[in-house]
């Protein structure tokens, strides 16, 4: 479904910048569809086409399910807004995103949540188990970064990109989950993967991890070959984006003003 402002772009916006705004939007929309919000203290960013190394993210003082294409904040790599903002930005929010944009040149959007199930897992020392067939296609491309504090401190950048490497999705220690992808899109879907499988698992240790089944030898690893990166997210923005924003538009498509 189409609405009538979708192109509201305007001169100081850079080509493609509008519609980076509006998946960006619909990510925080569905985050709170979810239920993955964290009142105000989450985030999400997407990288604005063009070399100037802005991004956008959220406004500090915004609920998810208030955030618009155009309430989003531009932002340079020293966190300071780009054009005129009358929102505050999230400074932890930007030392994650930044190390993670500036590092990573497929990095076109990073998403970081707080779920209870994320934080849930982060606490556990084994992390992530491959007892599900959701945990095992997330798995494999999940690295892990110890915790140190809220993140104010730029120091800590380099830290986050080095634990994060080549991966696309990674468990911060005792705090939440995070995922990066090409797209919007294919982050929303590789973050879903990931809450998923941490849900499932808060969901299997009640019962205790006594009795567990292990999947058979050498599954885990063909599941692995099944759901390479680049598949998955070629998939998730060509079939599973799509569907969400028509799921938006159904609900409320006030995101793309």
Known sequence: MATANMTQANDDMAPGEWAARVDLAAAYR???????????????SARVPGPEHHFLINPYDMMFEEITASS???IDVDGAPVGKSEHPVNPAG??????????RDDAHAVMHLHTPHGQ??????????????????AAHDVAY?????????L?????????????????????????????????????YFLERACEAQVHMLAAGRDHLYNPPQGTPEKVEQ????????????????PALLRKLDRIDPSYRN
């Open 30 to 44: 569905l985050v709170a569809l979810y239920r993955w919000d964290d009142l105000i203290f989450t985030h999400l």
């Open 72 to 74: 989003l904040v531009k």
């Open 94 to 103: 930007f030392t994650i995103h930044s190390a993670i944009h500036m590092a």
């Open 120 to 137: 849930a897992v982060s606490a556990m020392e084994w992390g992530l188990l491959p007892h599900t067939q959701t945990a095992m296609i």
């Open 145 to 153: 970064h110890e915790y140190e504090g809220i993140a104010t401190d």
């Open 155 to 191: 120091e800590e950048r380099e830290r986050l990109v080095q634990d994060l490497g080549t991966k696309n999705a990674m468990i911060l220690r005792n705090h939440g989950t995070l995922a990066v992808g090409d797209s919007v899109g294919a982050c929303f879907v590789r973050l």
């Open 226 to 241: 099944q759901s390479n990166p680049k598949g998955m997210g070629a998939l998730a923005q060509a079939l599973a984006w």
